[in-house]
């Protein structure tokens, strides 16, 4: 029993979407996200205010490639109506840790007593800002955002260390717009 995946997203007023060349451009009132969303099987077009995503193959993993692509569209087109904003706390426990932006680069100096500073390079597409103990990203990509968040948590991880004693560090606190710490 052959049928055929068939998937179309809405798209609310004030966004429009365009694909070419296996890239899917979202424009929104907040923002512009591109992602390439190509398989070799699936079709995907971008008219009269929808997404499509179609296959004349209906096997499991065409099932499954068509819906992640729909639930990707579905973060972009929601990022660029409000985007996605992560936060993340500094913590000092011994030593005062010192978080600034310069540039394109993310400072965190005297981490652990160390006498150099650790460094990021941030990404383009996101906004950080640095207020007091908090650092804030704000992304209409939702994939940007969580891994420019990860990049800076992973920036103070420790090693060889007991976890229990040393807890400094920089953690999230919120994510995609969800609360998942205690401020």
């Known amino acids: 029993m052959k049928g055929k995946v068939d998937v179309a997203i809405e798209l609310p007023s004030g966004v429009t979407a365009s694909y070419a060349s296996g890239v899917l451009t979202v424009k929104g009132p907040k923002g512009e996200v591109s992602r390439k969303l190509f398989d070799p099987v699936l079709k995907v077009d971008a008219k009269d205010g929808k997404v499509l995503i179609k296959s004349s193959d ?26 996605y904003r992560y936060v993340l706390k500094v913590c000092s426990g011994h030593f005062p840790i010192n978080v600034s932006i310069q540039g394109e680069l993310l400072l965190v100096k005297n981490f652990l007593g160390e006498k150099f500073p650790r460094v990021l390079k941030l990404k383009k597409g996101a906004s950080v800002k640095v207020e007091g103990d908090k650092i804030t990203i704000e992304t209409c990509d939702k994939e940007l955002g969580g891994r420019l968040a990860s990049d800076i948590e992973l920036l103070t991880a420790k090693r060889n260390r007991d976890l229990r004693v040393f807890q400094d560090g920089i ?6 717009n969800k609360v998942v710490g205690t401020a």
Request: glycine share 4%; aromatic share 6%.
């Open 58 to 83: 209906d096997s499991r993993k065409q099932k499954r490639v068509a819906h992640s692509f729909r639930a990707h569209v579905k973060n972009i087109v929601a990022g660029v109506q409000v985007p």
């Open 171 to 176: 953690y999230m606190i919120e994510k995609a």
